[in-house]
């Protein structure tokens, strides 16, 4: 009972804090909008907030990794895009560039939430085995999109800060995949699915 209610209580100060994070940064990248016009912030924004949807929408798991290796390499990757701030001056590239980057990349996130569904979670977890869609082809489309989006808004918004969260947190969401996959390894449809799909992220690279 006491573990129950440990996890229910875990649970909730997990969503807590995603809500809470996704709420300072809309009112950093809304406000950049509304001063400069600039969309790339507002894409990034809106990839953010299907974390916050599908966070609450999620299944209960049926195997969870509480390490504190997990724990760490969920919160960093969580805790960085939330953290960077859209800053006064030109990017690197155009904004139509970096928009239409960051596009890309919220597509594939959307349609790679849409195929997981409830499956979705946040530590590494097996909530069911999802092979439809953009998971035929590499074994963490949703992550794929994230980096393409957070390289778009770095692009878009190059401080040092923003480069040193990207980096920090897009390091822990490679990790935090591979962690997925140790735990989704125990389960026979997954070991199946691994021998069809062998990339990790990006279809001949990695």
């Not at 199946?192 to 990790?200: F, I, L, N, S, T």
Request: proline residues 3%; contains cysteine; glycine residues 8%.
């Amino acid at each position: 009972m006491i573990r129950i209610k440990r996890e229910v209580a875990t649970d909730f100060l997990a969503r807590a804090t995603v809500a809470a994070l996704f709420t300072l940064l809309s009112i950093n990248l809304l406000g950049d909008f509304a001063r400069t016009g600039r969309v790339t912030g507002v894409l990034l924004l809106a990839s953010e907030s299907l974390v916050v949807v599908f966070t609450i929408l999620r299944r209960r798991a049926h195997l969870v990794d509480r390490s504190l290796a997990a724990t760490v390499a969920t919160t960093l990757s969580l805790a960085g895009p939330s953290l960077v701030r859209a800053t006064a001056g030109s990017g690197l590239a155009p904004d139509m560039v970096t928009t239409t980057i960051s596009a890309v990349g919220l597509i594939l996130i959307v349609v790679g939430k849409l195929t997981l569904g409830r499956s979705f979670g946040l530590v590494p977890a097996n909530r069911g085995v999802v092979v439809a869609g953009p998971y035929a082809l590499v074994r963490h489309p949703i992550y794929t999109g994230y980096l393409i989006t957070h390289i778009a808004f770095l692009v878009a918004f190059p401080t040092w800060s923003n480069l040193l969260l990207i980096v920090a947190s897009d390091t822990a969401l490679v990790v935090r995949a591979l962690m997925e996959e140790r735990v989704l390894g125990r389960d026979v449809a997954y070991q199946a699915y691994c021998q069809r799909v062998g990339w990790h992220l990006v279809p001949g690279v990695f």
